[in-house]
């Protein structure tokens, strides 16, 4: 990789956007305060970015195995009056939800 | 189509295993169930559920892989693709990004009798959502007042295999899908019912003004759930783009859904942007790993595919029309002819009947299943060939065969269609009708040519129509010269 | 001394003997969770009809010959990210604020089976999220040296109530240090077994390819029984290590003779509090009296490891908290539509420093900033693994301070970079998978207790035993906070 490309710095972060992608409905003045220390972290993480890793292969897994399978077989699933308990609501067997898109 | 514009398809096809177990749990896949009634902490993404890789479905995406001529990734990873919908439990759906189990593959078409190859970009494993119902008005998801949630879906094992943008026409669009199924269906992995949603298809689409210009803006077009409205809503969407292009219009890059009843394609109003997945590896999953001796212990257990079961029936003898039709032709038929086949009967013939006159039975019976004795379709073929059958004749016999009214002969000698082959007997008819019909021999000898086809008639008529009406032509011009 | 301050090892001793029974030992416990809770608060939930029933269980089994072990008896706490059936399970956030679990996570099983009572669901930063405690959603826990400071985090509670004699050993989770670093400010052992021997199945998920779940307990006996229990194959979690364990105790009274020992070069300097630094050397002296070789060992990219880190743990984050959308359960924010909702629950139920994180690791994973964040981190990640391994080449463990501060005051370190800062000593361990162990080793001049860290190599895990016991025998270190030597 061509690390010239990872600088500058993005320090100017797009906060609403990254707030939707996160589903979190945060108000103007947090988003800038987490603006501001979202940029400081990212200074600091912005380090590993001085680090040669030409040729490098990342650890996603910190495991040397592979190939963890189950059998195919049926193991049983929760009563639904237990899984629909915890449901802030549910109707007919259902949870229950507003509609997926508003209705202007 | 206006002249010049070529039309550009790719097709992603979601294909729901039909594995005792979930993808990653071992709840039950189960089709029809009381909404969550299958459901556990892992499907349900409650806190600190993980998931485990069901062997078999994995087993099962390199069956698909293998069939579809794909290789197969020695090592692969899952992801995770994050996205917020209700019906997404975990709120991401593990997947596969860069290093799918398999990749570039093909699967031949055929369309009016010719054969196209459609390449298979990609064939990965993921994770199907829970299903939403948009209550209240419909259904329809615009105008819904209530979203439900059922979760029995959620975690189901889903292959999505992905086309190159290589198919060109609706009618082939169709016929990928079709020959696509066909082969899911047989590889016995999936129901693949598109009534149940159990495979599934959509459609990428773009035109460019011919073969060497660059690829146009594509559109992607789902909810077909039919062959029929995937080549309709594929139609309708090519001529919809080339109208607009030649209107001086743009192609917008969104998702439409295809209206049955409108029979058009609507754009889907969508809040978000484009799209930012965030994909990154599973870390709850460890990588992949497929072995050669793995590899071929699957391939191993591939039974024959449609394609390879047409080249068979040609080498057989069969015509390519009817080799196509009965290599895909549901399994009743086929065994019925490899028995047939396997009893005696000339393949070519075999084949004829049975994509012929069985069918055309089944379907004036409206019958979806057969059971029927091979040995005396086999039977029934041999006596034509001996002339001892006629070919309407042999219809009544093989109506005889599919009623169960017992073997060729049987069913021949109780209904009375056996061909007179003593020619002495023919011999003495044409004689009597040559004697009782002086004018027709004067007519004929005049030049009348044609007279000799009443005088074959007459003759019939004095055999009950027992003899063969070529031997009967042809003895009755001997006599005549 | 009341039955509450013995070691697992010692409790377990006078079952057997019959000097007590399970249901004094837990009754103990209870009585001094009475005595402390207000001050201390190292529990969300303390299920006291429960905890009685299963000691007595647990009485009738023994009497009866069945011994299931070393834990069978013994009070143990669970910290709150772990699902228990039936009991609230919070994870110290306001979104779980009721939720019960409808099924136990592997440890909790795994503890059943060995006996264990289960006093209650320990106290943690949210979604095991700090360094303090203070991230806790039902406040903070106090670390019973000195209330006016932090335990440690994110498992506080759970060191908290071991220090306090509120447990007798408690499950704690580490993902950069949360096991270890309340471990060393509360003067207790606490240990971050190899990535992968633990079933994680049921635990609440931070950052899933650096958590662990490991024991915070008074000895390195101690835990070495917690760990022997919990440890091995589990199917519900395919990262599991599904092969051979090494036996926990074949070095344990192996001594150091002949052992080398690296000393980490770069965990020195501006921000370790000298007298961390001086217990270090002094208990590395005594190490080499003792027959060890004593090396000082250079890892440079543990500089960089923080950096990678917090990349790594929040773009996980990020993801394994997608799941607390007002759905399914757990708190709802109503909304005119679902993605409404959704973002008003998540917005009303996390508290800031889980917001943060979600927040940088939605934007370290998001389309044009992966390879030059979470990429570059994991790369680094590997540059990491292979200095360790190389360094394990030469030294048989590595050792350094465990934090290099002692216990904090309470809103010290206000500023996020500076709390994250408290963990540069334990986040290499996570990022590379491999067992480490805090062991108490003495106070500083204010009486506050200071750990000191050995690491080994991936299922190093005898060695590591083995020379925490040297050291915590060479330490001798014996003080318990004043206001449990005034309860006992």
């Known amino acids: 990789m061509d690390r010239s490309t990872l600088l500058p710095m993005p320090i100017d972060i797009d906060i609403a956007h990254v707030a939707r992608l996160a589903r979190l409905d945060l108000p103007e003045d947090e988003l800038d305060t987490l603006?501001?220390?979202?940029s400081a972290i990212l200074e600091h993480a912005a380090k590993v970015q001085s680090l040669d890793t030409e040729g490098v292969e990342p650890s996603n897994h910190p495991l040397g195995f592979v190939n963890a399978f189950r059998e195919d077989v049926v193991t049983g699933s929760l009563d639904r009056d237990e899984v629909l308990a915890m449901a802030p609501e549910a109707r007919d067997g259902y949870f229950a939800a507003p509609p997926a898109m508003s209705q202007e | 189509m206006s002249v010049g514009w070529e039309p550009v398809i790719g097709i992603e096809v979601h294909v729901e295993l039909a594995t005792q177990s979930k993808m990653f749990c071992g709840c039950a896949v189960s089709f029809g169930e009381a909404p969550n009634t299958n459901v556990c902490p892992t499907c349900l993404a409650l806190p600190g559920a993980l998931p485990v890789t069901n062997g078999k479905a994995i087993e099962w995406i390199i069956k698909i892989g293998l069939a579809l001529h794909c290789e197969i990734s020695e090592w692969s990873v899952f992801h995770r693709k994050n996205y917020f919908y209700a019906d997404l439990p975990k709120n991401y759906q593990i997947s596969q990004y860069d290093v799918p189990v398999c990749h570039d593959g093909w699967l031949d078409i055929d369309v009016d009798g010719e054969t196209a190859r459609i390449g298979i970009e990609r064939a990965h494993q993921e994770e199907d959502t829970g299903k939403s119902l948009h209550m209240g008005e419909g259904g329809r998801i615009h105008a819904a007042t209530e979203t439900l949630l059922d979760f029995n879906r959620a975690g189901v094992p889903l292959v999505e295999v992905v086309s190159k943008p290589d198919i060109r026409s609706a009618a082939q669009a169709r016929a990928y899908a079709q020959t696509l199924r066909q082969v899911i269906a047989e590889l016995g992995v999936s129901d693949a019912r598109l009534e149940e949603g159990s495979i599934r298809f959509d459609a990428n689409i773009s035109v460019r003004q011919g073969p060497d210009a660059e690829f146009g803006t594509k559109v992607e077009i789902k909810n077909m759930n039919s062959f029929r409205s995937l080549e309709k809503a594929v139609d309708f969407e090519i001529k919809r783009q080339i109208a607009e292009l030649e209107a001086e219009g743009t192609i917008i890059q969104e998702t439409r859904h295809w209206d049955e009843e409108a029979a058009v394609t609507t754009s889907m109003r969508t809040k978000e942007g484009s799209s930012d997945y965030r994909y990154f590896t599973e870390p709850d999953l460890v990588p992949l790993v497929v072995t050669p001796e793995w590899r071929e212990h699957i391939l191993s257990t591939l039974p024959e595919l449609p394609h390879q079961r047409k080249d068979r029936y040609l080498a057989l003898g069969v015509d390519t029309q009817t080799a196509l039709a009965l290599s895909s032709a549901d399994t009743a038929l086929r065994s019925l002819f490899e028995d047939t086949v396997g009893a005696g009967a000339d393949a070519k013939a075999a084949a004829n009947w049975i994509t012929g006159e069985v069918v055309a039975w089944m379907r004036r019976e409206s019958v979806d299943t057969i059971d029927v004795d091979s040995a005396s379709v086999a039977e029934m073929i041999g006596m034509i060939d001996a002339n001892e059958l006629s070919a309407s004749a042999a219809k009544?016999?093989?109506?005889?065969?599919?009623?169960?009214?017992?073997?060729?002969?049987?069913?021949?000698?109780?209904?009375?269609?056996?061909?007179?082959?003593?020619?002495?007997?023919?011999?003495?008819?044409?004689?009597?009708?040559?004697?009782?019909?002086?004018?027709?021999?004067?007519r004929y000898r005049a030049g009348e040519q044609k007279v000799v086809g009443f005088l074959?008639?007459?003759?019939?008529?004095?055999?009950?129509?027992?003899?063969?009406?070529?031997?009967?032509n042809g003895l009755l011009r001997e006599k005549l010269s | 001394m009341s039955l509450a301050d013995l070691t697992i090892t010692d409790a377990a001793a006078g079952l057997r003997a019959g000097s007590h029974?399970?249901?004094?030992?837990?009754?103990?416990?209870?009585?001094?969770?009475?005595?402390?809770?207000?001050?201390?608060?190292?529990?969300?939930?303390?299920?006291?009809?429960?905890?009685?029933?299963?000691?007595?269980?647990?009485?009738?089994?023994?009497?009866?010959?069945?011994?299931?072990?070393?834990?069978?008896?013994?009070?143990?706490?669970?910290?709150?990210?772990?699902?228990?059936?039936?009991?609230?399970?919070?994870?110290?956030?306001?979104?779980?604020?009721?939720?019960?679990?409808?099924?136990?996570?592997?440890?909790?099983?795994?503890?059943?089976?060995?006996?264990?009572?289960?006093?209650?669901?320990?106290?943690?930063?949210?979604?095991?999220?700090?360094?303090?405690?203070?991230?806790?959603?039902?406040?903070?826990?106090?670390?019973?040296?000195?209330?006016?400071?932090?335990?440690?985090?994110?498992?506080?509670?759970?060191?908290?109530?071991?220090?306090?004699?509120?447990?007798?050993?408690?499950?704690?989770?580490?993902?950069?240090?949360?096991?270890?670093?309340?471990?060393?400010?509360?003067?207790?052992?606490?240990?971050?077994?190899?990535?992968?021997?633990?079933s994680r199945y049921g635990l609440i998920a931070f950052a899933s390819s650096l958590d662990q779940i490991g024991p915070i307990t008074r000895t390195v006996d101690d835990a070495v029984a917690v760990l022997e229990s919990i440890s091995g194959h589990d199917p519900l979690d395919a990262t599991s290590w599904a092969g051979d364990y090494p036996d926990l105790t074949s070095e344990i009274d192996a001594g150091v003779a002949g052992k080398r020992i690296g000393v980490v070069s770069e965990f020195a300097g501006e921000g370790y509090e000298p007298a961390v630094t001086g217990a270090l050397s002094h208990t590395l002296d005594q190490l080499s009296d003792a027959g060890a070789e004593v090396v000082e060992v250079s890892l440079p990219t543990v500089e960089l490891a923080l950096s990678a880190y917090y990349l790594i743990a929040p773009a996980e984050c990020s993801a394994n908290l997608a799941r607390f959308d007002g759905m399914r359960y757990g708190l709802r924010v109503d909304g005119e539509t679902t993605e409404e909702l959704m973002a008003r629950t998540r917005a009303r139920g996390f508290g800031p420093e889980v917001i943060r994180r979600i927040l940088l690791g939605t934007y370290a994973l998001s389309a044009g900033y992966y390879d030059a964040f979470y990429g570059q981190a994991h790369k680094a990640r590997t540059v990491l693994r292979t200095e360790f391994a190389a360094a394990y080449e030469k030294v048989d463990v590595l050792m350094s301070p465990t934090s290099p501060t002692v216990a904090f005051p309470f809103d010290a370190k206000s500023d996020p970079l500076s709390m994250y800062l408290s963990d540069v000593c334990t986040i290499p361990?996570?990022?590379?998978?491999?067992?480490?162990?805090?062991?108490?080793?003495?106070?500083?001049?204010?009486?506050?207790?200071?750990?000191?860290?050995?690491?080994?190599?991936?299922?190093?895990?005898?060695?590591?035993?083995?020379?925490?016991?040297?050291?915590?025998?060479?330490?001798?270190?014996?003080?318990?906070?004043?206001?449990?030597?005034?309860?006992?």
């Open chain 2, 456 to 472: 074959v008639g007459q003759v019939m008529r004095a055999t009950q129509g027992k003899a063969d009406p070529k031997a009967v």
């Open chain 3, 21 to 198: 029974s399970s249901v004094d030992l837990t009754e103990a416990v209870l009585e001094r969770a009475s005595m402390t809770e207000a001050e201390v608060h190292a529990y969300l939930t303390i299920d006291r009809e429960a905890a009685l029933d299963a000691a007595r269980a647990a009485d009738a089994e023994l009497a009866a010959g069945e011994d299931r072990g070393m834990l069978h008896g013994i009070p143990i706490a669970l910290k709150d990210n772990m699902c228990q059936r039936g009991v609230e399970t919070t994870a110290a956030s306001q979104i779980l604020a009721g939720y019960r679990p409808p099924y136990d996570a592997t440890v909790v099983t795994r503890l059943r089976d060995a006996g264990a009572v289960l006093i209650g669901k320990a106290n943690l930063d949210e979604f095991a999220m700090g360094s303090s405690t203070e991230n806790s959603a039902y406040g903070p826990s106090r670390n019973p040296w000195d209330t006016g400071r932090v335990p440690g985090g994110s498992s506080g509670g759970s060191a908290a109530a071991v220090a306090a004699g509120s447990a007798l050993g408690a499950l704690g989770s580490d993902t950069g240090g949360s096991i270890r670093q309340p471990g060393s400010l509360c003067g207790v052992v606490g240990m971050k077994p190899t990535y992968g021997t633990v």
């Open chain 1, 35 to 38: 603006r501001s220390q979202l």
């Open chain 2, 396 to 442: 009544e016999v093989l109506d005889g065969i599919l009623r169960g009214e017992g073997t060729a002969r049987a069913v021949a000698e109780s209904r009375d269609l056996i061909q007179m082959t003593d020619t002495g007997a023919i011999e003495s008819a044409v004689d009597s009708v040559l004697a009782d019909n002086p004018d027709a021999v004067e």
């Open chain 3, 429 to 488: 361990s996570n990022l590379s998978g491999d067992p480490a162990i805090s062991v108490p080793v003495g106070l500083d001049g204010r009486g506050l207790p200071i750990g000191v860290q050995v690491m080994a190599p991936a299922m190093g895990e005898p060695v590591l035993f083995g020379v925490a016991k040297t050291i915590e025998r060479l330490a001798g270190f014996d003080a318990r906070p004043a206001m449990v030597e005034e309860l006992a």
